[in-house]
Structure formats: C-alpha cells, structure tokens
C-alpha cells in the first residue's frame, strides 16, 4: 500500500527523519507554514502508517556495545513452516536488531549486535543455535562503520 505524499509531505518527513523531537510548530516554521495544517499532516502520515513510530536512537559505542556482526543463516530444511519457526524464533533474540530472507547462497542474514567478540561467542553457541532448523552459520563481523543511517532516501519519490 503506496501513500500518495505531497512535496511538503515530503519536506515535513524529512525534517522528522533527523530530528523526530521537532514539533508541530517547530516544523511549521521552517516549511514557512502556519502550525495547525503542519499538525495535521504529520497526524495523517502517522495515521496513515507513514510515520511508523518515533524512537530514540542511542550510540551503541557510548553504551559498549562495540561488535556489529552480519551473521548468514541456511537452514537445515527448507518450507515454509521451517521458515515460520525459525522466523518466529529469531524474534525472540534481543541482540539480532535485523533479519531478512535472502536471495542466493543464503537464507537468511541477520544484523547482530554485542558488546564484544565473547559476547557474540556466547550469544552464537548459547542463543543461535538453539533456534530451530539452523544448518549452516557464517559471521562477517564489521571492522570499520563508514555509512548507517535511518533515514530513508525521499528525493527519490
């Protein structure tokens, strides 16, 4: 389900995307709007599902959290119930912040993050394999952090 957004829709959600604490009028100055219809778009972007949710995004390196691991998943069996119970499971675990089917010589790819090298050890031989039809694990663990962002790229719409 596509959203039909407006040019000032768009400026409206870029402003929101890197600073989700801008309010209404704060939003409305600088789209050089008056604060009651710049409030009643960003209403309607989050009724509309536009607007997902707003969060906090903390730094992982100020809380310790140091490792990011890409870790690739193939699992023992495939079908979609293999693939509703595995799903299912990697829900459960805190430290995987990203999960996707793949195409190609992987499953699945999983974002993971800990605070070191022990830890991702212990939540790989602990948690991960515990989940249900894991047949093959592969870590890429990340050295250098060049690009992350939240933000999705509009001045494509």
Not at 55 to 62: D, Q
């Amino acid at each position: 389900m596509t959203v039909e957004l407006t040019s000032q829709d768009i400026k409206i959600l870029e402003l929101l995307q890197s600073d989700s604490n801008r309010s209404s009028s704060d939003v409305a100055e600088q789209l050089n709007m008056s604060q009651s219809p710049a409030w009643r778009r960003i209403n309607r972007l989050e009724e509309e599902g536009v607007i997902e949710k707003r969060v906090a995004i903390l730094n992982k390196e100020a809380l310790g959290m140091e490792l990011v691991a890409f870790t690739t998943i193939n699992l023992s069996q495939a079908g979609r119930k293999n693939m509703e119970i595995f799903e299912d499971a990697v829900k459960q675990l805190d430290e995987v912040v990203e999960c996707y089917t793949m195409t190609g010589a992987w499953d699945y790819m999983l974002k993971v993050v800990v605070k070191d090298i022990r830890h991702y050890e212990k939540f790989v031989r602990g948690r991960l394999l515990s989940v249900p039809m894991i047949g093959e694990v592969h870590s890429h663990i990340s050295v250098t952090e060049i690009k992350n962002t939240t933000e999705l790229p509009l001045r494509q719409l």
